[in-house]
């Protein structure tokens, strides 16, 4: 484990394999939440919360779950720490738990936390499982923050709840229905398609040598 | 033989994931331990300075809430009435009440009486109408427009109160408003939890 | 124009058919602008220049937005094919002349590049670009696209304040809403609908010149009688045999009213009968437009808003399970199998 693992662990996190732009994972609380930027944050700060706590104490007892009824195990974890940061953020952030709704008990369906579990914690140690938990956590925060950021300032002119422009805006109250999540969304997929492609080509011409593949065992986390 | 491998094959599989839930349980018992009180009192003090900026009060110290229970033939859609005394005086009733027919869902509204049965304040306490459309009816200055200060009787004379635009929204208003007021003529005539 | 040249000079030697029609994209369009024209000056002489402005603007940021995605996509340019400047004519029909400005450019924007651009162009769109972009704009500014209840003349560049709008309604709304006292519609408001003396969008007041420009349309074959006729029928039906509470049973006017007023009669007309976005076999077509017909009443029934719009846009996406459906026996091809056994039995 060294310095160069998990700044790749990051780049995988928050670019190469972002967890909502490019798995396009946990797309159904994504798309109701991110109607303001408070409300994305709360949200990408729970689900890392989250997604840390769970892929630690599964890479920790990735020996003990038997094979047959991982999956059963991993909800066990999953829904636990789910119920552990509603009751924390219901106590100590009432505001941001009572925005949140019925969104916040969801997460335990969220699939980047059991395809994460899945795919990575059940496979490594611990101390990789953590900077996982933290790299896809902050893509996942990042891509909310980026779909959150468009939608609240265009669909209702603000940002944070601040009023950017005056009296005379109208805003764009599409962006802040359910078919504008869906667009914005996809424009930020095209875009980061995009980058990617740039990305590829350029490295592509500057050197011969083929991008190395991921040091951990990783697989791709299929139908979940 | 086979019997006996079964269930030991079973019990590898079953005992773990029973250690796991109860893992599980325990984290959760000690976090319910730690924020239950914190959110117990949260939700008092929500309801506290609810009532507080409702009947205007600057501290929400000697205030006392009783819990009124009123007649079965009550509207459903009267979630709960509650006597407001402070400094041991009554000066008022809470209401909270749903408005059916808004655009998107209900909307629950906090109705303030004074003892007399006049709109002291409104509060909207959950709504999900349309911003900048139907959520310009729930605001302070419609209230005040249309409804504070005055009785069942007067509001029933007054034009009625509806925006072009955001009529379902006004509509819920308005029957939210007057299942309050019905719940407090409810109130007056039972006798036991009535204020006369 | 270099196609063309190229028919003339070379021999072709093409498998059948050999017949061809000499109509083209560009033909079809300019034959439905001439067809929408007369409602453009209608609706300019009743809601002023206003209308003028607003449409010109949506038509020109229309085929702007439409050349700028060629320009970028490296793309051959389609904008003289017109169907860009038919998409905003369209637009503006479905839009009330006191729009701010700029709202119809995001709309046109709207209708162009992810309707109908980024699905590729002209011929792959699923839906509507015209109707889309409309309700994008429904979606986005409800209040703005809430047509004034009084007819208001406004000049060319003269800006809409709503003043206190609680009374007045919309024709539309007289119908959605029977009078308590059961009074039906008058006679006169009715003539008014079909004239187009009344308030609405730019383009749907006008009952008399949509049913001119869809009888052009059907004199030039541009368009055929299936998807307007069983549209309309459909309406009619269900407003004569089922009207909504307080309303007799087979009231004409009624029936007549609610054919009049609103975007139902552009709807029916302009938008539904769109090549690409309807079915291609007149079984189909005839499915189709009875199915624009169930939604827009429900819609109109059900939420007292006009319909025509969705019902037509949720029709369009079911275009494709309706083709597949109504698609005609080939020539020469085996009869289904069913048949076949019936055929044999006797021996």
């Not at chain 1, 109701?32 to 599964?58: H, P, Q, R």
């Not at chain 2, 007054?158 to 939210?176: I, Q, R």
């Not at chain 3, 459906?325 to 091809?333: K, L, S």
Request: glycine share 8%; charged share 15%.
């Amino acid at each position: 484990m060294n310095a160069k693992d998990i700044l790749l662990q990051f780049k995988n996190g928050l670019f190469d394999r972002n967890p909502l732009l490019v798995q396009v994972l946990g797309v159904c609380a994504s798309l109701a939440i991110t109607t303001t930027v408070s409300n994305s944050l709360y949200m990408g700060l729970a689900v890392t919360a989250v997604l840390v706590c769970s892929n630690l104490l599964i890479s920790l007892l990735r020996r003990f779950i038997p094979e047959q009824v991982r999956i059963a195990a991993y909800i066990v974890i999953i829904s636990g720490f789910v119920t552990i940061v509603e009751m924390v953020m219901n106590a100590y952030m009432p505001s941001a738990a009572a925005k949140l709704g019925i969104f916040l008990p969801l997460i335990v369906v969220n699939c980047i936390i059991l395809g994460r579990a899945e795919a990575f914690a059940s496979k490594n140690t611990p101390l990789p499982s953590i900077i996982d938990g933290f790299a896809m956590g902050a893509g996942f925060t990042i891509a909310l923050l980026l779909l959150g950021a468009i939608r609240e300032i265009l669909g209702s002119g603000s940002f944070f709840g601040i009023q950017l422009f005056g009296q005379s805006y109208t805003p764009i109250g599409i962006l802040t229905s359910p078919p504008g999540a869906f667009m914005t969304l996809g424009c930020l997929i095209a875009l980061i398609q995009y980058l990617k492609d740039r990305l590829q080509s350029k490295t592509k011409a500057s050197a011969d040598q083929t991008h190395k593949d991921v040091k951990n065992k990783e697989v791709e986390p299929n139908d979940l | 033989m086979n019997v006996k491998k079964n269930i030991a094959e079973t019990v590898k599989i079953v005992l773990p994931l029973f250690l796991i839930c109860t893992l599980m349980v325990f984290l959760i018992a000690i976090c319910n331990a730690v924020t239950s009180p914190v959110i117990e009192r949260n939700k008092q003090k929500t309801f506290d300075r609810s009532i507080a900026t409702l009947f205007s009060i600057a501290s929400t110290e000697k205030l006392k809430v009783e819990k009124l229970s009123f007649p079965s033939n009550a509207p459903a859609t009267l979630i709960s009435a509650h006597r407001i005394y402070n400094e041991d005086l009554p000066i008022g009733y809470l209401m909270e009440v749903d408005g059916i027919g808004a655009y998107s869902g209900k909307i629950r509204m906090l109705v303030a009486l004074d003892c007399s049965g006049r709109i002291i304040d409104l509060l909207c306490s959950e709504q999900s109408e349309t911003p900048g459309k139907g959520d310009r009816v729930l605001n302070a200055q419609f209230y005040s427009e249309h409804y504070i200060g005055k009785s069942s009787q007067e509001i029933s004379v007054s034009p009625y109160p509806a925006l072009s635009g955001s009529t379902k929204t006004s509509d819920a208003l308005y029957s939210a408003v007057n299942t309050a007021l019905e719940g407090y003529a409810l109130l007056s005539n039972d006798a036991t939890g009535g204020p006369s | 124009m270099n196609e063309e040249r190229k028919e003339n000079t070379l021999l072709q030697v093409s498998s059948a058919p050999h017949i061809r029609s000499h109509d083209s994209t560009q033909t079809v369009m300019l034959d439905v602008i001439i067809a929408l024209l007369p409602l453009l000056l209608w609706g300019c002489y009743i809601f002023g220049m206003r209308a003028l402005t607003v449409t010109l603007i949506t038509v020109f940021s229309s085929v702007i937005f439409e050349l700028l995605f060629n320009l970028i996509t490296k793309k051959t340019i389609t904008v003289l094919d017109l169907s860009a400047v038919v998409t905003g004519l369209l637009l503006s029909y479905n839009l009330p002349h006191t729009i701010p400005f700029w709202m119809p450019v995001l709309g046109a924007f709207f209708a162009i590049v992810p309707v109908k651009m980024l699905l590729g162009g002209l011929g792959k769109n699923l839906v509507n670009p015209a109707l889309a972009g409309r309700a994008c704009l429904l979606l986005s500014f409800s209040s703005a696209m809430t047509v004034p209840p009084v007819l208001t003349r406004l000049d060319l560049f003269e800006s809409y304040l709503p003043g206190d709008a609680l009374s007045g309604s919309t024709p539309l709304y007289t119908v959605l809403s029977p009078a308590e006292d059961g009074s039906s519609i008058s006679t006169e408001l009715l003539f008014d609908m079909f004239i187009g003396n009344e308030s609405g969008t730019i383009g749907e007041v006008s009952a008399l010149l949509i049913l001119l420009g869809f009888l052009y349309l059907l004199l030039r074959k541009v368009v055929s009688w299936h998807i307007p006729l069983s549209y309309l029928g459909t309406v009619a039906f269900i407003t004569l045999l089922f009207p909504a509470e307080g309303v007799e049973r087979f009231d004409v006017v009624y029936m007549l009213a609610h054919l009049f007023s609103g975007g139902l009669l552009l709807a029916a007309v302009f938008m539904a009968t769109d090549y690409v976005t309807s079915p291609i076999t007149p079984k189909g077509r005839i499915i189709f437009g009875i199915g624009c017909g169930l939604l827009t009443v429900i819609v109109r029934y059900c939420a007292g808003n006009e319909g025509a719009s969705y019902a037509v846009l949720t029709m369009n996406l079911l275009v494709y399970f309706i083709d597949k459906i109504t698609v005609p026996r080939p020539f020469g091809a085996a009869l289904p199998k069913l048949k076949i056994k019936k055929e044999s039995k006797p021996q």
